[in-house]
C-alpha cells in the first residue's frame, strides 16, 4: 500500500497562514539544517518528513518517520499500516490513543495526492490550497527504542471523511487545522480524547482546489516537480493498481 504528498518550503509563505502558533521561523530554521527535506514532489511512507508540535509553549520542527511505531512495540514493523489514522478510531485504539492525548503536531504539505476512480482505472489527481501556502494537517507522533538502544521518531497523518469537493474524488481526506483548530490541537492542557477528536471534521469545501497529474507519480522511484503539472485527462495514463494514501 502507499501514498504521497508533497512538501516544496518557500521562505515567502506568509506569517498569516501561523496564526497565534508562528512555526515559519522554527521550520525555516530546521530546513537549513536539513536541507533535503526543503522540496520533495513525491513524499512516501516511512520517508522523513517535517512535522511540527508543542514544547513548553512554543513550536518545535522535526523529522519523523511518516508510519508511527507505537512505544510499546516490540519490533519496528506492526501488522498493520500506520502512515495515517482515522479520526473516528483515535479514542478507542491502543495505537492511537496515547498519542491522542500527549503527543499530537502537525505536519506540514504543499499539496496531496488522491486517485480518482475513472471506469476501471485511477486518474492520480493533485489536492492544493486554492489561495495557496501550505496545509496544516493533523498529525499524532510516538518515540520507540529499537533493539540498538536508538529513538526513533514517528508520524501518522489524520484523516477524516471527505467534504463534498473531495468526495468527487474519494470517501477520505486528511484533517486540515484552521488556525483556531490549530491552538487548541497544540495545547497540552487539552487531554481528554474524545473533546480532541470532536476537532477533526472535513475543511471547508471552498479550501481546496485539485488538478490531473501524470501517472508518473505512481512510482516511488519519482520525485520531481513535474508531477504537480496539470496535464489533460486525454493524455493521462490512469493506473489500475494504485492505492489511496489515505484508505485507512
Known amino acids: 500500500m502507499c501514498g504521497a504528498f508533497v512538501y516544496v518550503h518557500l521562505e515567502e509563505y506568509p506569517y498569516r497562514l501561523e496564526g497565534g502558533f508562528r512555526w515559519r521561523a522554527v521550520v525555516s530554521d530546521f530546513i537549513e539544517q536539513r536541507p533535503d527535506l526543503r522540496s520533495r514532489f513525491n513524499i512516501r511512507?516511512?520517508?522523513?518528513?517535517?512535522?511540527?508540535?508543542?514544547?513548553?509553549?512554543?513550536?518545535?520542527?522535526k523529522s519523523m518517520r511518516w508510519g508511527l511505531i507505537p512505544n510499546w512495540s516490540k519490533k519496528g514493523k506492526i501488522s498493520r499500516n500506520t502512515f495515517n489514522a482515522r479520526s473516528d478510531r483515535l479514542a478507542e485504539s491502543a495505537i492511537w490513543r496515547y498519542p491522542l492525548e500527549r503527543k499530537r503536531g502537525i505536519v506540514l504539505a504543499s499539496g496531496f495526492f488522491e486517485w480518482k476512480k475513472s471506469g476501471g482505472a485511477k486518474q492520480a489527481m493533485y489536492i492544493t490550497p486554492k489561495?495557496?501556502?501550505?496545509?496544516?494537517?493533523?498529525?499524532?507522533?510516538?518515540?520507540?527504542?529499537?533493539?540498538?538502544?536508538?529513538?526513533?521518531?514517528?508520524?501518522?497523518?489524520?484523516?477524516?471523511?471527505s467534504n463534498a469537493f473531495m468526495s468527487s474524488i474519494h470517501d477520505r481526506m486528511p484533517v486540515i487545522l484552521d488556525n483556531q483548530s490549530l491552538s487548541i490541537w497544540l495545547e497540552h492542557a487539552n487531554t481528554d480524547p474524545y473533546s480532541l477528536q470532536s476537532l477533526l471534521?472535513?475543511?471547508?469545501?471552498?479550501?481546496?482546489?485539485?488538478?490531473?497529474?501524470?501517472?508518473?507519480?505512481n512510482s516511488y522511484k519519482n520525485d520531481f516537480s513535474d508531477l504537480i503539472t496539470p496535464i489533460t485527462i486525454s493524455k493521462s495514463q490512469c493506473s489500475d493498481g494504485q492505492l489511496s494514501l489515505f484508505d485507512q
Open 45 to 61: 511512507p516511512t520517508q522523513d518528513v517535517v512535522v511540527v508540535f508543542n514544547e513548553d509553549g512554543g513550536p518545535v520542527a
Open 131 to 161: 489561495k495557496g501556502g501550505v496545509f496544516q494537517f493533523a498529525a499524532l507522533y510516538d518515540s520507540w527504542i529499537n533493539e540498538l538502544g536508538e529513538k526513533i521518531d514517528s508520524c501518522a497523518i489524520v484523516t477524516t471523511s
Open 201 to 217: 471534521t472535513p475543511a471547508p469545501e471552498n479550501l481546496l482546489q485539485a488538478h490531473p497529474v501524470s501517472a508518473e507519480v
